[in-house]
């Protein structure tokens, strides 16, 4: 392969940015996504950063936080918090990125805290991600795939999914449209449109469904329609590439 599987998990997080979308970006692999998207396929998408900075175009200097000066530089805006998470409650952000340490069967993730060898672990907590999670019109949820983060039910809902499945997000008054994908280290995955429970998509080139399975915490259900995910192109990862040419993200 002349790719990364990073690369490849930023390639997949690109293709779910359509032109137009106004995009609550956040860090990492999505600040990538939404690089590759805007090179690619999305020219008139707009990036939203939680600090309050808006762009119509990536940083034209690798960043490493929201606020780095390059990320600031040529903004269409820079103003609060406030300015943007009002974005968010008025029903106006297509599309957000968020993760977490934990993510369960219906979408919901985790990250307040875990219990390894019987003692509770502090996390970062919500940030933005459980407004994101409440109303934007969807949500991708990217991270690594491993067992121990993938649990039939989280210790703690930070930012709610599907609740406990059906139609817990109306019950519960909940305006967002709730995760749409879950891109992972072994796979992406999509949810069931009456249970909400989560289901393999794709499998990433070289993982098998055994071992994806093996690596999640509940009896996972399999698309009918499973795929194998596309490769990255060369223009997606010339672009990945020109955004972060020294492999800070995706090596």
Request: aromatic letters at 6%; glycine letters at 10%.
């Amino acid at each position: 392969m002349n790719y990364t599987l990073r690369e490849l998990m930023v390639a997949a997080a690109s293709r779910e940015i359509s032109d137009g979308d106004k995009v609550f970006v956040g860090m990492r692999l999505p600040l990538l996504g939404f690089a590759v998207a805007k090179e690619t396929h999305a020219p008139s998408a707009i990036g939203i950063f939680e600090n309050g900075v808006i762009r119509d175009w990536p940083a034209l200097e690798s960043i490493l936080t929201m606020s780095d000066p390059p990320n600031v530089a040529r903004a269409l805006s820079c103003a609060g918090l406030n300015d943007v998470m009002h974005l968010l409650q008025s029903n106006r952000i297509d599309l957000g990125f968020i993760g977490g340490a934990e993510v369960d069967r219906f979408g919901n993730l985790n990250t307040h805290w875990v219990e390894e060898n019987r003692k509770r672990i502090r996390l970062p907590g919500s940030g933005g991600a459980a407004d994101i999670a409440t109303m934007a019109k969807r949500c991708i949820i990217i991270m690594n795939h491993e067992r121990r983060r993938f649990p039939a039910r989280v210790h703690y809902i930070t930012s709610p999914g599907f609740g406990d499945g059906g139609d817990w997000r109306s019950r519960n008054g909940l305006i967002g449209g709730g995760p749409n994908r879950v891109i992972t280290s072994m796979g992406i995955f999509s949810f069931d449109a009456n249970t909400r429970e989560m289901m393999l998509a794709a499998n990433h080139p070289g993982v098998s469904i055994e071992n994806i399975k093996n690596e999640t915490g509940w009896a996972l259900q399999i698309s009918p329609d499973l795929q194998e995910t596309a490769a990255p192109t060369d223009d997606e990862l010339s672009a990945i590439r020109k955004y972060d040419p020294n492999r800070v993200w995706t090596s």
